[in-house]
């Protein structure tokens, strides 16, 4: 959980400090899980599921508090004449939802009634007051009947809001002495490759994120596979990376010091699937503090945590050379599919070698493990545990 790192005019719009309410008290922070960092058969963001969320509370029109989370999401990049408005309400909440976005000039085709809301915080219950979740496209529609609901990846959720004007007690819904207006906000949902959405100039990232992707793609510039690492990717976990570093935050093995060295070896692990060096993790962190944290105001990473990213980078590259010496030269590539899936997330557990990067060290023996047993084993040993 940290103070918001957005860009300040947008932190000021959230606040609305621009705009005082009577009575008004704004709540800001940054939300960081790490629950699933990778999967089969590629990792993509999500990947740190870094959230930011604002809360009013006291009475605020609903085209007031929608005027400051546009604006805000303007401000942030996104291009707000693309979202459309799942909406989750009772008809009496509806209509006035309804009202509040077409005094704001939102054409009544971008607000679609929804039952459900792809990826809301499960306490946003509509019960409890109108509900919207803004979603924007994010690739090519897989079906013809694909659309803003959709959770096969054609559209993205960025942000969630509700108005909770009721509360339930003893199984009873009563109004709420103090109603609160909350908006939830994902960095990854303002994450998106260009050459989608009405002003994408194309060839890059059009997000938070953007400058220091960028960076990156320069720092993996020399990547000897095609492709190379996925920017983006390694942007969204160096950036959570240098937000826990920056706390004082060292690598460990409970707690948020767990968190930070998945996050630092999962920079690694994506540099070493595409044959980059492990010790170049430490640049991947520098371009993250001084692209993404240092322009929000924070003082540059002190000496001792560049200490620890290197004290970690040394021992990761530890567990890729010994992981890659058991895989070559324990005969388990001579084993039959099934029972050679099962090794591989079994070194995954016990050595902490990444999937990725046991399949690639499989391949280059000329042994081509079926991704469809190893993802099963992946699923099984996660329910398991």
Not at 52 to 57: C, E, F, H, I, T
Not at 241 to 247: I, M, N, R, T
Not at 318 to 339: A, I
Not at 353 to 358: D, N
């Amino acid at each position: 959980m940290f103070t918001s790192v957005a860009d300040a005019d947008w932190r000021r719009s959230l606040a609305g400090s621009s705009r005082p309410d009577a009575g008004g008290a704004v709540v800001l922070q940054w939300i960081l899980n790490t629950s699933r960092l990778a999967a089969l058969p590629s990792a993509s963001p999500p990947s740190a599921g870094r959230t930011v969320g604002a809360v009013w509370v006291g009475a605020r029109p609903y085209a007031a508090a929608l005027r400051d989370v546009m604006e805000a999401l303007g401000r942030s990049g996104t291009e707000v004449e693309e979202l459309t408005f799942l909406l989750s309400a009772e008809p009496e909440d509806a209509t006035r939802v309804r009202r509040g976005l077409l005094a704001l000039e939102i054409a009544r085709d971008r607000v679609v009634h929804s039952d459900r809301l792809p990826g809301a915080p499960s306490r946003m219950d509509p019960a409890l007051g109108p509900c919207l979740t803004l979603r924007r496209p994010s690739g090519a529609p897989l079906f013809a009947h694909c659309g803003p609901g959709c959770v096969c990846g054609c559209h993205a959720s960025v942000a969630h809001i509700q108005f909770v004007e009721r509360r339930a007690k003893a199984g009873r819904l009563t109004a709420a002495r103090q109603p609160l207006f909350e908006m939830v906000a994902s960095e990854h949902g303002l994450t998106r490759p260009d050459g989608i959405g009405p002003s994408a100039p194309g060839g890059g990232v059009s997000s938070l994120l953007a400058r220091l992707a960028a960076d990156i793609s320069a720092v993996t510039a020399d990547a000897p596979t095609e492709p190379g690492p996925s920017s983006v990717f390694l942007a969204d976990v160096s950036s959570a990376a240098v937000l826990l570093l920056g706390e004082g935050i060292a690598p460990g093995p409970r707690g948020r010091h767990h968190v930070l060295r998945r996050l630092i070896r999962t920079i690694g692990g994506e540099l070493a699937v595409h044959g980059i060096p492990v010790p170049l993790l430490s640049q991947v962190i520098d371009a993250a503090d001084a692209t993404y944290r240092i322009p929000a105001g924070f003082s540059p990473l002190s000496v001792r945590s560049r200490g620890h990213v290197r004290d970690e980078c040394a021992a990761f590259e530890r567990v890729v050379n010994r992981g890659r010496e058991y895989v070559m030269s324990s005969g388990l590539l001579s084993g039959g599919p099934n029972e050679l899936a099962r090794n591989l997330v079994r070194i995954r557990a016990e050595l902490g070698v990444p999937l990725g990067l046991s399949l690639r060290w499989c391949r280059e023996a000329g042994v081509e493990p079926p991704l469809a047993s190893v993802a099963f084993e992946d699923l099984r040993t996660r329910e398991d545990g």
